[in-house]
C-alpha cells in the first residue's frame, strides 16, 4: 500500500510511510476520501472530505475520557533521576519530557542518535551522567540500535531503554541484542514510563545490570 521514496537507515526523514495509506482506507470506509494536488517546488495539499451526514446529536462529538489513563499522585514513583529523552518527533519528546518532569525527573533531549551520543559523553564528562537514556529505535541520521551498541561500546553504564512502535518479540529482542535493558512500545503509557525509570534508578539493580551485560565489541 505504499512505498519509500528512501529505505536507507540516514535518510533525513524518518517513519515507515504508512500514515497517508491508513488515511485514505480508514476515509473509505467513512465514505470519503484523500486526494492531493502538488505542485513541484511548491509542495502539495492534502484534502481529506468525509460526508457529514444530517441529524447527528451533538453528544457524538462529546470527548470520552479513558478512565486510568494518568496514575494517581500517590501510585507514581517520585524520580530523582537524570534522564536523556532521544527521538525524532518533537511531540514524543515533549510527551516524555512532560511525564518525566512531572514526576521529578531532570530531562534532557536528543533528536537523533549522533545527539544522544554528544549528550551522553558531555554529561559524563561534568560528572553529571544519565541514569537512562529513552531511545527511539527508527531515526534518520544514527537510529537506535546502533547507538545503543555505540553507548554499551564507550562504557555507557546507565540504563537504555528502548521505545519503538514496533511491538513484536523479535523486535524487542533485536533492541536487548544491541545493548537496550527494556523495551517500551508506543503508545507511551505514563505509570509505565515511570515505573520503568524508577526501577533501573535503583543502585541494587543498577548493579546487577552491570554483572549481567555483555560486552559489546565494535561491529557486534
Do not use: W
Amino acid at each position: 500500500p505504499f512505498t519509500q521514496a528512501d529505505s536507507s537507515l540516514t535518510r533525513r526523514f524518518s517513519g515507515s510511510g504508512l500514515g497517508l495509506s491508513i488515511c485514505r482506507a480508514l476515509s473509505r470506509e467513512l465514505g470519503g476520501e484523500v486526494t492531493v494536488a502538488t505542485r513541484e517546488g511548491s509542495g502539495s495539499t492534502f484534502t481529506l472530505t468525509i460526508p457529514a451526514g444530517e441529524g447527528r446529536d451533538d453528544e457524538a462529538f462529546e470527548p470520552v475520557t479513558r478512565a486510568g489513563t494518568a496514575a494517581s499522585p500517590h501510585a507514581t514513583p517520585t524520580l530523582r533521576s537524570r534522564v536523556l529523552v532521544v527521538d525524532d518527533h518533537a511531540d514524543m519528546r515533549s510527551l516524555e519530557q512532560t511525564i518525566l518532569e512531572e514526576a521529578g525527573a531532570d530531562v534532557a533531549l536528543a533528536v537523533d542518535g549522533e545527539q544522544a551520543l554528544a549528550e551522553v559523553a558531555a554529561a559524563e564528562a561534568r560528572s553529571e551522567p544519565f541514569t537512562a537514556v529513552l531511545l527511539d529505535m527508527q531515526m534518520p541520521v544514527r537510529d537506535g540500535y546502533s547507538t545503543a551498541t555505540e553507548l554499551r561500546n564507550r562504557g555507557y553504564s546507565g540504563a537504555i531503554i528502548a521505545v519503538t512502535a514496533h511491538a513484536r518479540k523479535g523486535d524487542e529482542l533485536r533492541c536487548r541484542a544491541s545493548g537496550c535493558d527494556d523495551y517500551l512500545s508506543k503508545p507511551i503509557e505514563r505509570a509505565r514510563l515511570v515505573g520503568v525509570v524508577a526501577h533501573y534508578a535503583q543502585d541494587v539493580v543498577r548493579a546487577e545490570l552491570r554483572a549481567q551485560r555483555r560486552p559489546h565489541a565494535p561491529g557486534d
